[in-house]
């Protein structure tokens, strides 16, 4: 869907292998020192009051303050805490994988009775990537090879010789999510807290987004910086993030089905889509710009992501999302230098004096009044707009960021 006309620097979407997006974010990782251990699973987990034990299937264990589940759609993690995760089964599913033919595929997209397949060449060298829709809604097993095959001669009448799979995987619509993304000392976030059908591409953003809100919360109540009662925002403004999601994709979904009357279902609201300003509602919806947390009544940008702008500091010119690359919250003051006095946060919070004299614009809303001041979240969204009186603001650090500093 097109946002290229949206105020934002990266107004496109943009479609990565799963083993590309892997290795862009263990290369992160990996530059900030954190450990992975690899071919352990968790067996089981045990919490009171003051940590949690988590078993490991080599015998060993590990203690600590905090675990987040981020163990897939069947997070064992989940289920050890005890939480629900109600929603809807299955109603079709379909593999993908990347192997090698013996004979030339059909290459391209093809729609049937059975719903949408497809043959594409990976990069690669020979492998091909194959998207095909089961006839009916597979186990829950892991797919294997006679899988694929047989998948493929139901669609093909052949299954053009496949072999030696790079990888395969299945994927359904079963649409779901916890009831609590926090049980006491244990989090979810991503598919662990939500599964739905893959339309759109929106599960990868919002499990990422699910991260960066909760990191810099956990990272604060167990730095003592800030109280425990933090981490019950983490569930307040993502849960109702990610069943706007699992709403929009079950809707997809239907429309994606070999049916006249569905077609004709999809022809209309495509032809809405076409139109201004409903392609920018749901563009903004998909890509997740449009989020919205509900920090109370005030300036439009109150609770939405803060516009990556070119500022003019003292020091030369200077991006927003710059100052948020240490995970440190920022005071950004627009008006005279130095009206804000916030030293008994000074020791967590960046205050910065600089100039904005463009437009001020969001998605979906379009421009809306310049601020004086605004206090941006770690996650780059904004706890605070307010103006030199300072109303609310020392209110708004201590909620986020702490209680003050004594002198």
């Known amino acids: 869907m097109d946002i290229s006309d949206f105020p934002t620097r990266h ?10 997006i892997e290795r862009i974010l263990a290369g992160w990782v990996h530059e900030l020192r954190v450990p992975i251990y690899y071919g352990i699973e968790v067996t089981g987990l045990a919490q009171d009051d003051t940590r949690v034990d988590v078993q490991l299937s080599d015998g060993q264990s590990l203690r600590a303050d905090y675990l987040v589940g981020c163990d ?12 629900e995760f109600p929603g809807w089964d299955p109603t079709t599913s379909s593999l993908i994988a990347e192997v090698e033919m013996a004979e030339e595929p059909e290459w391209g ?10 043959f594409s060449r990976s990069e690669e060298g020979g492998r091909v990537r194959v998207l095909v829709t089961e006839q009916h809604v597979g186990p829950t097993t892991e797919p294997t090879l006679r899988d694929l095959s047989e998948a493929l001669i139901a669609v093909y009448g052949t299954d053009y010789g496949i072999h030696s799979p790079t990888w395969i995987s299945r994927f359904t619509d079963m649409t779901r999510q916890a009831a609590a993304y926090r049980d006491r000392r244990v989090l979810l976030a991503g598919d662990a807290a939500h599964v739905h059908a893959p339309d759109g591409g929106q599960g990868l953003q919002t499990g990422v987004q699910d991260a960066v809100n909760l990191g810099w919360k956990l990272a604060q109540v167990v730095n003592r910086t800030s109280p425990e009662s933090l981490l019950d925002t983490y569930h307040a403004e993502r849960h109702p993030v990610a069943a706007r999601v699992l709403r929009n994709t079950m809707a997809q979904t ?4 070999p049916d006249e009357r569905i077609e004709a279902l999809r022809d209309t609201v495509s032809e809405l889509l076409s139109m201004d300003e409903p392609r920018k509602r749901f563009a903004a919806m998909m890509s997740g710009l449009d989020i919205h947390y509900d920090l109370g009544e005030g300036h439009p940008l109150l609770g939405r992501r803060m516009p990556d702008l070119d500022l003019v500091t003292a020091n030369g010119p200077l991006r927003v999302f710059t100052l948020l690359h240490d995970a440190r919250p920022v005071l950004l003051n627009l ?10 946060w000074a020791d967590r919070v ?9 437009t001020w614009e969001l998605p979906t809303l379009g421009a809306v009044t310049a601020p004086t001041a605004v206090l941006i979240r770690p996650d780059g969204y904004v706890a605070w707009v307010g103006d030199l009186t300072q109303l609310g603001l020392h209110d708004a650090l201590t909620t986020w960021f702490g209680p003050p500093t004594a002198a």
């Open 11 to 20: 107004n496109y979407g943009l479609g990565l292998w799963q083993n590309q």
């Open 72 to 83: 897939g759609g069947r997070s064992l993690i989940r289920k050890a805490a005890g939480i």
């Open 109 to 118: 997209i093809r729609r049937d009775a059975f719903g949408l397949h497809a």
């Open 254 to 257: 239907v429309l994606l089905r």
């Open 335 to 344: 008006d005279e230098p130095g009206g804000f006095d916030i030293t008994p």
């Open 350 to 358: 960046q205050s910065i004096d600089a100039k904005y004299v463009g």
